[in-house]
């Protein structure tokens, strides 16, 4: 299979401690999107790269927050400090922009659920 | 703030057609019109986009008002597999995700 993948799938961790995770985009894809989710709400986006660029970081996006995506292909996501808040389904799109048009579909990865003991 | 506004739920019978309505109506004249769908424990998948036109694909229609303030999703034949959350979002990069209007899907 050659969709997006995340690793772990789930992690639990106890407030305090810091985490990363880890996401493999469509191989030829050049953006890279993290989103957070909810129960019962939608995904909320974080920031977004294209290639190892950092374009854009949402206000959702705090200081305990860092997000890096060093050779352009790979992304990691790493939270310090861990709160009871940070409780959450972590998500990982790709996409494949040209110059030639309009935006292209995000291909999402499955997640990574993080609970906060 | 999603910038879209859509029935929280609908439901609907196997193999009859399914109108999922938005309210974009704030939309800007660069933002795209996007849908997405989600089914439980996967991430969202995509299903269709458009700027102004209608648009057809294998999955659903899209149908745009012509002021843009609006949009309908349109499942031709509603199968238990459809039943999702569909989120209807506008933008381009930084797509806004609102709550999205569950499907229930009856046979």
């Known amino acids: 299979d050659t969709g997006v993948s995340q690793d772990p799938r789930h992690k639990i961790t106890k407030r305090g401690q810091n985490v990363t995770f880890r996401c493999d985009p469509i191989s030829e894809h050049n953006r890279l999107y993290w989103y957070r989710q909810t129960l019962g709400q939608g995904p909320e986006f974080l920031t977004y790269f294209q290639n190892e660029a950092q374009l854009e970081k949402s206000r959702l996006l705090s200081d305990r927050f860092s997000a890096e995506r060093p050779k352009g292909s790979f992304s990691t996501l790493e939270i310090q400090r861990t709160e009871q808040g940070d409780s959450a389904m972590y998500l990982c799109?790709?996409?494949?922009?040209?110059?030639?048009?309009?935006?292209?579909?995000?291909?999402f990865g499955d997640g990574t659920r993080l609970s906060i003991l | 703030d999603a910038k879209t506004t859509q029935p929280n739920s609908m439901e609907s019978n196997e193999e009859e057609p399914v109108h999922l309505p938005c309210n974009h109506s704030?939309?800007?004249?660069?933002?795209?019109i996007h849908w997405y769908r989600q089914l439980p424990s996967q991430g969202p998948e995509y299903v269709i986009h458009g700027l102004t036109s209608n648009v057809n694909n294998r999955m659903a229609s899209l149908a745009i008002a012509e002021d843009r303030k609006s949009s309908t999703l349109i499942l031709h034949r509603a199968t238990l597999r459809d039943a999702a959350v569909y989120y209807c979002?506008?933008?381009?990069?930084?797509?806004?995700f609102g709550a999205g209007t569950r499907l229930t899907v009856k046979p």
């Open positions: 704030t939309i800007s004249g660069t933002d795209y």
């Open positions: 979002i506008r933008g381009a990069n930084d797509m806004r």
């Open positions: 799109a790709s996409s494949l922009i040209t110059w030639a048009g309009g935006p292209q579909p995000q291909h």
